[in-house]
């Protein structure tokens, strides 16, 4: 479980351990080591300050002090505290049982929204569910083609509404025509902008209370840090969501920013894209993320 911990973080165990028993004191040393790795991770300000507290309650506990191994004892209270704020765990796109479950998508422009479409339709493929994707993202010219393309390259049918700027009746339209080819799942693929506006909001949510997706998940780009956890912030204000996808963790990002993210969503992660190829998502598992979160 340790193998995976940062030079950095090794030694600085170490050199607690090389105080002999630990006391108070040295254990405090070696939280503040653990919230220091946890800021250079990412994990935003009032989210470690609230993880630390309950650290600290179980680290300073006489057992844990008593114990023989002290230091491994403070890794395994944070990975283990990591975990189950990381959970729980679901990766399964929950189906109704008659019409198509349409699955909305929505994110800022250049999160992966679109390339999540095609990673979701071929993880739906490989179950036998026969999905349909709506590029009802009006606002970036190429998303529409790119859907297409993509469409192209998994076999699975694109519909949209060249010149239609209205992307509620796309969606409409899309969900309708999904109904007539027996499709299993519909995935939108809304619009996002640079940065979170009012015009977007009010889209989308015109597009939820029209449309009524039955699940909403949020695609956040995993390399943005902080930029990730304000945009879910105001996502999930705007919307009821349902699940988030992080995108681009196959780069340097250790992730912390998904331990925000859950933190102001309260909604579970359900993939992370570790690619840009179709192929590259993986369902959420919390002890890797610890893992990586923790290095
Ligand atoms: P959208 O504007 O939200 O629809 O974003 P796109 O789907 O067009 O993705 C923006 C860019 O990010 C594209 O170049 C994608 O190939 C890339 N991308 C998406 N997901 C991932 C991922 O998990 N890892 C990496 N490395 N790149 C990704």
Redesign the pocket.
């Known amino acids: 479980m340790f193998d995976n911990l940062s030079d950095g973080l090794q030694s600085a165990f170490k050199s607690l351990r090389g105080k002999g028993k630990l006391t108070e004191g040295n254990m405090r040393e070696g939280l503040e080591i653990v919230q220091r790795s946890l800021l250079e991770a990412d994990v935003s300000y009032p989210v470690v300050q609230e993880f630390m507290k309950h650290v600290s309650e179980r680290a300073l506990g006489k057992k844990v002090l008593l114990s023989l191994r002290p230091e491994e004892e403070l890794v395994r209270i944070v990975h283990s505290e990591l975990v189950s704020i990381l959970g729980p765990v679901d990766p399964a796109i929950h189906l109704k049982k008659d019409g198509p479950t349409i699955i909305m998508l929505c994110?800022l422009?250049?999160?992966?929204?679109?390339?999540?479409c095609g990673k979701l339709s071929q993880l739906l493929k490989e179950q036998n569910i026969k999905p349909t994707l709506v590029a009802a993202?009006l606002q970036?010219p190429a998303?529409i083609e790119?859907l297409h393309v993509i469409g192209r390259q998994l076999d699975v049918p694109v519909y949209s509404e060249p010149g239609n700027q209205d992307p509620v009746q796309v969606c409409r339209n899309g969900v309708a025509k999904a109904i007539e080819e027996d499709a299993r799942v519909v995935i939108l693929d809304t619009a996002?902008r640079l940065a979170i506006d009012e015009a977007l909001m009010a889209e989308l949510g015109r597009i939820d209370s029209k449309v009524h997706p039955d699940q909403v998940y949020l695609?956040v780009d995993g390399m943005t840090g902080q930029d990730a956890v304000n945009s879910a912030d105001a996502f999930n204000k705007a919307l009821e969501l349902d699940g988030v996808i992080m995108?681009?963790?196959?780069?340097d990002a250790r992730g912390g920013a998904l331990l925000s993210v859950k933190h102001v969503t309260g909604v579970p992660i359900k993939f992370i894209?570790?690619?840009?190829h179709l192929d590259?998502l993986e369902p959420f598992r919390p002890e890797g993320m610890a893992g990586r979160i923790l290095q």
């Open positions: 994110g422009q250049g999160s992966g929204k679109t390339t999540t993202d970036r998303a790119q996002g695609v995108t681009k963790l196959d780069g894209g570790t690619g840009e590259a």
